[in-house]
């Protein structure tokens, strides 16, 4: 609860968000625990051959989560902002137009900042070598924006006239990955290095064009940068990063393998 206090009260909703963030963040793992399940079962087979005290406490917590969040829906001052996932609001042309305004702003700003680029620090490379290629690390540049930050792109004035809300804001990004060229809007942390890497990766096997259609596709059905899986699996390899730096992985074999199963 809020108390009186003007400072108080903004440490209190700071927190509450906070926290809110991460309850978001957990269902996010949990939404990805029940595609893996969509992708391999149907709903007939599990509701015949699940077991029964798991199924129905899985049932009990989608039921108490759903029931939870549609009453603070309800009481949204503004509830047009809160936009349900659904189909695309554009037609197939438009999509189409979309994913190759995408791709253009994505090529235009790699060929913009690589000339800029500087290869990645020795001490970064090696904390960073237990987890990418040693291609890779060798190939991608770092730039740092000095203050200043990617504007976003110019076809966000036609999405959003077009009733697209919530696109992300790349001002305020610790980082922004083009291709090979990783722009750094804060300071380059283990942690924010590690992000802007899994997304080269994920521009290295699907290429920029595929990479492309992922995220606007992702977009415009979830209508959350979160929610895309294309960043939902950097979340997800990140997080495993953080909490145990010691416990290496190959970050290409886990997006080659999302790649094969069509998670993105």
């Not at 790349?170 to 899994?198: C, G, K, R, Y």
């Not at 699907?206 to 979160?226: D, I, K, M, N, P």
């Amino acid at each position: 609860m809020f108390s009186s206090d003007e400072v108080g009260d903004r440490a209190a909703i700071v927190q509450m968000n906070a926290e809110l963030h991460h309850a978001q963040l957990e269902m996010l793992s949990a939404q990805c625990a029940t595609d893996r399940l969509r992708l391999r079962y149907s709903a007939e087979e599990i509701a015949r051959h699940a077991q029964r005290d798991v199924l129905r406490k899985a049932l009990s917590s989608a039921r108490a989560l759903y029931e939870y969040y549609n009453s603070i829906a309800r009481q949204a001052p503004d509830p047009d902002a809160i936009e349900k996932p659904g189909t695309s609001l554009l037609s197939e042309a438009k999509v189409e137009a979309a994913i190759a305004r995408m791709a253009d702003f994505l090529r235009a700003h790699r060929e913009q900042f690589r000339p800029q680029g500087v290869p990645l620090q020795r001490e970064h490379k090696q904390a960073m070598e237990p987890f990418f290629s040693a291609s890779l690390l060798g190939q991608v540049r770092t730039v740092g924006s000095k203050g200043q930050s990617v504007p976003n792109p110019p076809f966000y004035v036609e999405a959003q006239a077009l009733g697209i809300k919530n696109l992300p804001d790349l001002t305020h990004m610790p980082s922004l990955t083009f291709e090979d060229v990783l722009v750094f809007q804060s300071e380059i942390t283990a942690s924010t290095l590690f992000h802007a890497l899994v997304h080269a990766v994920q521009f290295e096997v699907l290429g920029l064009e595929r990479y492309s259609a992922r995220f606007v596709q992702g977009f415009l059905r979830t209508r959350s940068l979160v929610s895309v899986p294309l960043e939902t699996h950097v979340i997800q390899l990140e997080a495993k990063f953080t909490e145990n730096p010691g416990e290496t992985f190959s970050v290409e074999e886990k997006v080659r393998l999302w790649t094969n199963q069509g998670r993105y």
